[in-house]
Every structure is written in structure tokens, then in C-alpha cells.
């Protein structure tokens, strides 16, 4: 049986669409995403839900936009780490695999089976993180229904631009 077959293949990003990310150095999408997460994450820190995060490194890579984000949580907030230092935990996908999850889309376990989700690292720790976005109750806030209205409409979009 050829299980090559049953696994889709994930729309790419073109290159030439990466070029504005490459005009910003990496601590700057660190920066923003960090502050998007404290944003939609506030209680979940302030509650310590993250606090397995404290002093590890968390790496997450996208790989068609060839960009990492270094986080890690200080006194109850994420920040951006500069650097390429040694991580505990680095996740690695396609930006519309992240998208997917986002969206709750995708499973990722079905991403990690398919090999379109990479974690590597710190297995525990994985595993915490994992658990903790399992448990994450995202209907109770706002701004994510917002955030995932939105992706659940782009998403068809994205795939038939760019598959």
C-alpha cells in the first residue's frame, strides 16, 4: 500500500511573496508575535497555565518563510529570546500548516503523522505544550473568534492561490 497517495501536500508560500519578511530582522516578527500572544493570552499567563515555559526555549520555525521566533516566558510574560541559542523545544512547519492549527483545522497530531509538523527537543516539554493548547478554551475570548473567523474564510483562499 502506498501511503505517499493519502497524504495532501501543502499549498507553499512563493518566494518572492517571503521577500517582506526578509526586510525585517527576525527580532522584530519575534517582537510582534510575542505581543500578539501576551495579547490573546493574558489570563492563561497571569494564571500560570504557562509557567512550564519559565526559562526554556521555545523555537518556532516556519519554514517557507525561512523565519524563526525564539520565546520564552520571564515574570509572567512571554518574550522574544534574540539569538539562535540552543532551544528546549522547536516546532517547525509551513505557514499554512500554523494557519491550519490556528484555525483548528488540522490536528496536529495528523500534521506530526504527515511529517507537515516537526517538534524536536525537550519531549516533555512538548508534551506540555501540547496539552496545554489541547486544553486551551479559545470560544471564551473574543478576539480569537474573531482571529479564527477570519482564517476559516482565508484559508480555502490561500490554498487556491498557492497550491
Known amino acids: 500500500m502506498d501511503l505517499s497517495t493519502d497524504i495532501e501536500k501543502p499549498p507553499l508560500l512563493p518566494k518572492l511573496l517571503t521577500l517582506p519578511f526578509k526586510l525585517f530582522p527576525s527580532t522584530v516578527h519575534s517582537n510582534i508575535l510575542v505581543s500578539f500572544l501576551n495579547l490573546i493570552l493574558k489570563n492563561q499567563v497571569l ?31 512571554l518574550i522574544s529570546i534574540s539569538g539562535n541559542n540552543e532551544s528546549d523545544i522547536k516546532i517547525q512547519a509551513n505557514i499554512y500548516d500554523f494557519l491550519q492549527l490556528a484555525a483548528r483545522q488540522q490536528d496536529p497530531d495528523t500534521l506530526v503523522f504527515q511529517r507537515r509538523l516537526i517538534m524536536q527537543g525537550n519531549t516533555e516539554l512538548g ?12 470560544e471564551s475570548q473574543g478576539s480569537f473568534v474573531k482571529i479564527e473567523s477570519f482564517l476559516l474564510k482565508g484559508l480555502p483562499v490561500y490554498k487556491r492561490l498557492f497550491s
Open 127 to 138: 508534551l506540555e505544550l501540547k496539552n496545554f493548547l489541547d486544553g486551551l478554551d479559545l
Open 47 to 77: 494564571d500560570g497555565d504557562l509557567d512550564f515555559l519559565n526559562n526554556r526555549r521555545l523555537r518556532i520555525n516556519v519554514r517557507d518563510l525561512n523565519i524563526s521566533y525564539n520565546i520564552s516566558l520571564k515574570k509572567n510574560r
